[in-house]
């Protein structure tokens, strides 16, 4: 394959979705498609897709919520598929940002009976700043669900995103039996199957076909009908170059528990969903992944993903290029060449060597302290990608460890700031060596604590800080005194 077609098949997204929507769910079901994993649902699958997926950390498991992120990267169809996975809580927006940074498009993911919920609203937020297209999936139609017409305008009332019916659903709860394409009417029926646990059966037909009139009674074949006519009158449809600038949204509808209209959602969004595009570069201009230059850079890095293996890993989004095993290249940061050794591709916790990637791929690098986030790596020494923006902390607190476990506090810390989830500052006020720390969310507290004492067996207590906000400030020790006269440090 050409380099251009190897760019052509690469997808590259996130879900993204207000917790218990159903994107475990969803995500285990794409996972099924690209026979990563055998059956969902069942016990067997829900160990591996555990390991699969980021849900990983006790922590997690016993709040209910995912906070770490990961990628799962699997061929279907004929695309290489890069799903990136984003935490299910908002105080770790900051991770969600950064992933999305990664990210060519985006799956807004809504619990049918509660449609736009806060969440969805500010993970949107981000999206719409980055200009990535959004693909909608509306869930659980399985159940009592609101009228689909309503989610539609409730996109456009509450996140001013235009969407039109990529399909529709045939009836609701009980009776939803199956989604049809407004444009064509083509039909999908499906048929539940024990669980879930594998593809719901499917076939394809027409609203005459006398199986969703049993199903849905006349009166509502016809109402769906009308729906139909409504929609078509409605004018809006698909328009490739609106979706891919991120204004208009294609909805899909579906039950990702059931397996009804997963597979529909999937090929729909790697036909329609975008490759690599090309990315802004610091202090003006962009480079196309066509661009012969490898370039890369460094939106996450993670610790211990692995208990057995107990290293640091970089994660990197290819831009441009071509990237091989072992290639060195040039680290704007640093100023010299670092080597990319032993690059690894990610399936949540598994890991494979590759020898080769080509832009939209994610890759893992094993990190010895030498990648941060925001790292550009590239062959031409003068490319460099823009910063990737922090989040201001809101909460500050102060950790100490216990007697006797300085050592392994410090080499935690040190590990664990680097995934950016929590900053440090320096007060100088503060007595000792007490470090004072920064973080978006008080979750994200929690969970540094229990990593420390987890993965390096430092106990620690946090001393927590009433301070709301951190500013640099400019000037000499007179303006700031003066600052602190006016009451405002
Ligand atoms: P999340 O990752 O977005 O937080 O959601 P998750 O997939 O964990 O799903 C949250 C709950 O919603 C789960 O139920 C899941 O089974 C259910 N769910 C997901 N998709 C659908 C759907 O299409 N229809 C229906 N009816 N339910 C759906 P749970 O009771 O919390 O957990 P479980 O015991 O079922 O796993």
Redesign the pocket.
């Known amino acids: 394959m050409n380099p251009s077609e190897e760019i052509d098949r690469r997808r590259t997204f996130a879900i993204i ?1 207000h ?8 995500t285990e079901k794409f996972l099924l498609y690209g026979g990563a994993i055998q059956m969902a649902g069942s016990v067997k699958a829900r160990r591996a897709q555990r390991s699969a997926t980021s849900d990983w950390m006790d922590i997690e498991r016993e709040r209910g919520i ?1 906070v770490t992120s990961t990628v799962l990267q699997f061929e279907y169809g004929g695309y290489k598929v890069n799903l990136l996975d984003t935490p ?1 809580h908002q105080d770790f927006g900051e991770d969600t940002y950064r992933t999305l940074v990664a990210a060519d498009a985006a799956i807004m ?1 809504l619990d049918g009976g509660k449609g736009v919920e806060p969440v969805t609203e500010k993970l949107y937020a981000v999206c719409r700043l980055k200009g990535l297209p959004v693909f909608t999936f509306v ?2 139609m ?2 009592p669900a609101l009228a689909p017409l309503a989610i539609l305008d409730e996109l456009r009332a509450k996140l001013g995103l235009d969407a039109y019916a990529a399909n529709w659903p045939v009836g609701s709860g009980p009776s939803f039996c199956g989604v049809v394409e407004p444009a064509g009417r083509r039909t999908l029926l499906f048929e539940r199957q024990e669980g879930g646990s594998r593809e719901a059966l499917s076939r394809e037909s027409d609203l005459d076909d006398p199986a969703v009139e049993s199903k849905l009674g006349a009166e509502s074949l016809a109402a769906l009908k009308e729906e139909l006519d409504m929609l078509s009158a409605a004018g809006l449809s698909h328009d490739a170059e609106m979706v891919r600038a991120g204004l208009l949204s294609p909805v899909f509808f579906g ?4 397996n009804f209209g997963v597979r529909a959602l999937l090929d729909g969004f790697l036909r329609m969903g975008p490759p690599p595009a090309p990315r802004p570069l610091s202090g003006g201009g962009e480079i196309a992944p066509q661009d012969p230059r490898f370039s890369a850079f460094v939106f996450k890095s993670q610790a211990n993903m692995d208990p057995r293996h107990r290293d640091r890993i970089a994660f990197l989004r290819v831009v441009s290029g071509r990237f091989t095993g072992g290639m060195s290249v040039h680290n704007r940061r640093l100023g010299r060449e670092v080597r990319l050794n032993n690059p690894k591709e990610f399936f949540g916790r598994e890991r494979d060597t590759v020898t080769e990637a080509h832009p939209g791929d994610i890759l893992g690098l094993m990190n010895g302290g030498q990648l941060r986030i925001g790292d550009t790596l590239s062959d031409d020494r003068e490319l460099r990608f823009p910063d990737i923006p922090r989040f201001p902390c809101e909460h500050f607190g102060v950790l100490r460890c216990a007697p006797g476990l300085r050592k392994a506090f410090v080499k935690g810390l040190e590990e664990l700031l680097e995934e950016g989830a929590v900053q440090a500052f320096r007060d100088p006020k503060a007595p000792g060596n007490d470090l004072l720390l920064g973080a978006v969310g008080p979750l994200q507290f929690e969970v540094l604590r229990y990593r420390l004492e987890n993965e390096y067996g430092a106990r620690t207590d946090l001393e927590k800080l009433d301070y709301r906000v951190a500013r640099w400030v400019e000037g000499g020790p007179g303006e700031l005194e003066a600052l602190r006269a006016a009451g405002t440090c």
């Open positions: 979705a917790p218990d929507a159903g994107k475990t769910t969803l995912s299910g993911l869930n659980k399985d159940r039950s990702a528990v059931t």
